[in-house]
């Protein structure tokens, strides 16, 4: 968790609360990075908003990430992962993510989480910046045991988000207007062509992949939620998290009946938290 100062005719996924014209570029029923060529002519690009349908208070120590699995969610704090069922009965958790070795190291922070099969992805930090090394992690799902780390060439390591085909996205400053991207080698990060989007955006909290879209969660323009189209760089804000007076933090893209989105917002005295869900439809 960061401190900052306080301040005040379409493809309908009906499940998820998410409305989008068909044929639009990036909708939620594409894919991730592709477009056709003929088809940027005809088409116009999405336009959505998100609206808070759900509040639900969690565990306190749920404060940087989230992510959907079958059955239940994995939630991460500063040096913590939990995995709890649907009804937030605690099924396993680790009290020490950051392993004595990178610990050592200076790692202290997990950051906003995914998960890719029967492994949770991590992203590492520490806190000295100009270094340009963070880390991400993998951890087995079923016991959140760590398993092994890669080194990342970033600044900043907020969140990890994998895509279907298996790559890793990420920023490498905490503000920024461009996405890093990686494929998974045996041994190392490979990075691969980075994303410039067309604007900046402010002190980015988490992240995740749905429907050819990256959506973020924030800290910044009052808890602002974004969504990125991973084909074009074009950034859209789509609303809030709300809670602004507290901190906005991890994020979750998974179609559920309470809505598309579901974002982790901490109150000022550190507890509640509370898990946000957010439906999304077109304009």
């Not at 996924?13 to 068909?22: C, H, I, K, R, T």
């Not at 270094?131 to 992690?137: D, E, H, K």
């Not at 490498?172 to 998974?184: A, E, F, I, K, P």
Request: charged share 25%; glycine share 12%.
């Amino acid at each position: 968790m960061r401190r900052r100062p306080r301040r005040p005719g379409g493809l309908v996924l009906a499940a998820a609360g998410v409305v989008l014209a068909s044929g639009c570029s990036g909708g939620d029923g594409g894919k991730a990075g592709k477009a056709d060529g003929s088809a940027t002519t005809t088409t116009r690009p999405v336009v959505v908003r998100a609206v808070v349908s759900r509040e639900r208070v969690v565990d306190a120590g749920w404060r940087q990430g989230l992510a959907r699995v079958d059955g239940g969610w994995v939630a991460s704090s500063n040096n913590a992962l939990f995995r709890v069922d649907d009804g937030f009965v605690k099924q396993a958790e680790n009290l020490r993510a950051v392993p004595p070795q990178l610990a050592s190291q200076g790692f202290n922070h997990v950051g906003d989480i995914d998960v890719a099969g029967k492994v949770v992805w991590a992203p590492l930090e520490q806190p000295d910046m100009e270094r340009g090394r963070q880390m991400m992690a993998r951890y087995d799902l079923a016991t959140l045991r760590f398993l092994d780390a890669f080194p990342a060439p970033q600044h900043h390591a907020a969140w990890v988000a994998v895509a279907p085909d298996g790559t890793l996205w990420s920023m490498d400053q905490y503000t920024g207007d461009v996405l890093v991207h990686y494929r998974v080698a045996k041994d190392r990060l490979v990075p691969l062509r980075s994303l410039k989007l067309d604007r900046s955006i402010g002190r980015v909290q988490g992240g995740d992949i749905a429907g050819g879209a990256l959506w973020l969660s924030t800290d910044a323009d009052g808890d602002a939620v974004f969504r990125v189209d991973l084909g074009t760089g074009r950034v859209q804000m789509i609303g809030s998290a709300g809670r602004v007076e507290g901190e906005a933090e991890g994020i979750d893209a998974t179609p559920s009946p309470s809505g598309l989105l579901h974002v982790l917002t901490v109150d000022p005295a550190l507890a509640p938290v509370r898990m946000v869900d957010l439906r999304v439809r077109a304009t």
